[in-house]
């Protein structure tokens, strides 16, 4: 697609790799620039998950918090009943891990708008194991009222992803990494929440994926249309509200559905598209993630193949749906 | 400091929003009935002559912010409300039904004038630290008033939010504790003991004056008192009776979670219009 405006290096070896929390790290600022009533809260990651930068420039604007998850998202909805625009980060597991009450509560319930920063999401975090590896945040979060829920595919859009939820006056969670990833999209690639895009076009099968797996499903896309499979690959990165347009508009055009992404196959992104799809235009899905699994400790990219996170397992998983649609292949 | 005729006023005030409880209570058929008798005199005080407020105004930007933390106790609260003017008298017999905006616990977009939704317990105290620092950041001038129950001091988020509150010497703050000594199990001291919650508050850099909270001066000169104090946040540890005002409901934890029936009704309502 060109109005997409793909890294031109999309499909090299040597493509730019950045983690997404460094791209959470430039969007705070520029948010911070724009409007005054942004603050910062940390509980006690702030170089990690990248709010530092922020911490450093608007000192008065910050406010560490300590290990202390909970206080960190109930300040946060005090701070936003006044009109203020609280950024709070830690690691997914601890928020939104552990304080989903207190989100559910005083955010959700409240409606003000905090938003959680949960970094070192999915089974890449890596050596840390499996306490540390956050798989169940978009289940949890995208099950709130009020809650938009959104999982940046790199750094560039995790920056445009921070400015635009700073400026949305709802609820929001931003699912960050902490390994590098390839930047596939660009400053011009456009953003919109709730608002998926066609990263490449294709008619046989539809890959509906986010995070760093749009670039895994990329490449099975490139390798599938060697053997005259034409696929379209979808970068969802708003799990809510669910983009209901292009989810149904694939199931109608393709037929065949595969969802791709670092989390339990239970309430994630499969779990939407498939209440999507299944309500409204059946089509045969397939859903690639942790299959009911904890991780543990190792190196991201043997991680991720072992628990079938893959170019391969999805090449696999577009055969297998493609045999559902009823066609040969 | 407050004169006895104001006193005396403040006295027949929360009588009748004791009244306005047992009967709201009873036409609920559900909610608690000890927590917000015992804390009529605190209520009353609040919102008859502590708290800068206008009922008519309930969003007005310089108003003082209550935050209730421990939201069961809210039949207090709308009936003080009411009393004050925010809403009508003939409300309050809505509690907890269909459609009502007394919600069984208080939702801050049902109701104007609440300054959030609690419930769950232990998050009250945060959120009013994140409330006072908002206004420490906008140089306003109104004070954030934060209660919670003696109960909700078992939950860690609490203490996240004193050490907080201490660290940040946020002076805008002034909390209480309704240290009523139940909790819906049983005695606060029996089910997870508390004491002293004088000596952990003040290890924790806070200000700590400890009250009867059923004496209207006591309680007023508490809340004046944390005005004149500027390196930390202020807590007020009230003593109060669950149940006050009503023999049989009084220090009674059995109490705690129940309303009354009309035959317990009609007797709690013939000793307070005494």
């Known amino acids: ?329 | 400091m407050i004169s006895d005729a104001d006193v005396k006023e403040l006295e027949k005030k929360a009588n009748d929003i004791r009244v306005d409880i047992i009967k709201m209570l009873l036409e609920a058929g559900s909610g608690h009935t000890g927590g917000p008798l015992g804390m009529t005199d605190i209520f009353t005080a609040l919102y008859f002559h502590v708290l800068n407020i206008d009922p008519k105004k309930p969003d007005w930007i310089d108003r003082d912010r209550l935050i209730l933390s421990n939201g069961h106790i809210c039949p207090v609260m709308y009936a003080t409300m009411a009393h004050r003017g925010f809403f009508p008298i003939s409300e309050l017999m809505t509690l907890r039904k269909l459609g009502s905006r007394l919600q069984g616990h208080p939702h801050r977009s049902a109701l104007p004038g609440l300054e959030t939704t609690s419930g769950p317990l232990g998050s009250g105290l945060s959120q009013s630290c994140g409330v006072a620092l908002a206004g420490k950041l906008n140089k306003a001038k109104w004070r954030v008033y934060c209660l919670m129950s003696d109960g909700e001091q078992d939950e860690g988020n609490t203490w996240e939010a004193v050490m907080f509150a201490g660290k940040y010497k946020i002076n805008n703050l002034v909390a209480l504790i309704d240290r009523n000594n139940i909790q819906i199990d049983g005695f606060t001291e029996d089910i997870m003991p508390l004491d002293s919650l004088k000596e952990k508050y003040e290890a924790f850099n806070w200000h700590v004056i400890e009250i009867n909270g059923h004496n209207f001066e006591e309680i007023i000169n508490a809340y004046e008192e944390a005005k004149t104090i500027f390196e930390k946040p202020t807590l007020i540890l009230a003593h109060t009776i669950p149940g006050k005002g009503v023999d049989f409901m009084e220090n009674k934890y059995e109490w705690h979670g129940k309303p009354p029936n009309k035959e317990e009704a009609e007797k709690a309502l013939a000793q307070l219009k005494r």
Request: net charge negative; glycine share 8%.
């Open chain 1, 1 to 329: 697609m060109n109005d997409a405006h793909l890294n031109p290096k999309l499909y090299d070896d040597d493509i730019e790799m950045i983690p997404s929390r460094n791209g959470f790290g430039e969007g705070l600022v520029l948010a911070a620039e724009a409007d005054e009533n942004v603050v910062g809260l940390c509980a006690d990651l702030t170089e990690s998950t990248r709010m530092l930068d922020f911490a450093k420039k608007f000192p008065e604007r910050f406010f560490q918090i300590g290990v202390a998850e909970q206080n960190l998202v109930t300040v946060g909805a005090g701070l936003a009943k006044e009109g203020k625009v609280p950024f709070t980060s830690s690691y997914a597991t601890f928020s939104p891990g552990r304080n989903w009450e207190q989100i559910r509560t005083t955010i959700c319930y409240n409606d003000v708008p905090v938003k959680i920063i949960g970094s070192h999401a999915g089974i890449s975090v890596g050596p840390d194991g499996a306490t540390h590896q956050a798989l169940e945040d978009l289940a949890i979060m995208r099950a709130l009222p009020n809650m938009v829920v959104i999982c940046p595919t790199d750094s560039i859009e995790a920056k445009k992803a921070t400015q635009a939820i700073a400026r949305l006056n709802k609820p929001c969670y931003l699912r960050l990494s902490r390994e590098k990833v390839p930047l596939i999209t660009t400053e011009q690639t456009p953003f919109e929440i709730g608002k998926a895009q066609i990263f490449h076009e294709g008619s046989d099968v539809a890959i509906i994926a986010t995070g760093e797996m749009v670039h895994k499903a990329l490449l099975a896309a490139k390798e599938l249309k060697m053997h005259k499979i034409s696929v379209r690959v979808i970068n969802c990165h708003t799990i809510k509200p669910i983009d209901k347009d292009t989810i149904l508009k694939a199931a109608e055009e393709c037929g065949a559905i595969v969802t791709v992404e670092e989390h339990q196959i239970n309430g994630g992104l499969g779990g939407a598209v498939a209440e999507v799809i299944s309500q409204n235009f059946p089509v045969p899905v397939k859903i690639i993630g942790m299959e009911d699994t904890f991780g543990e400790s190792g190196p991201p990219a043997e991680l991720l193949k072992k628990y079938g996170l893959t170019t391969d397992a999805i090449i696999k998983a577009v055969t297998a749906v493609l045999r559902m649609k009823g066609e040969r292949v």
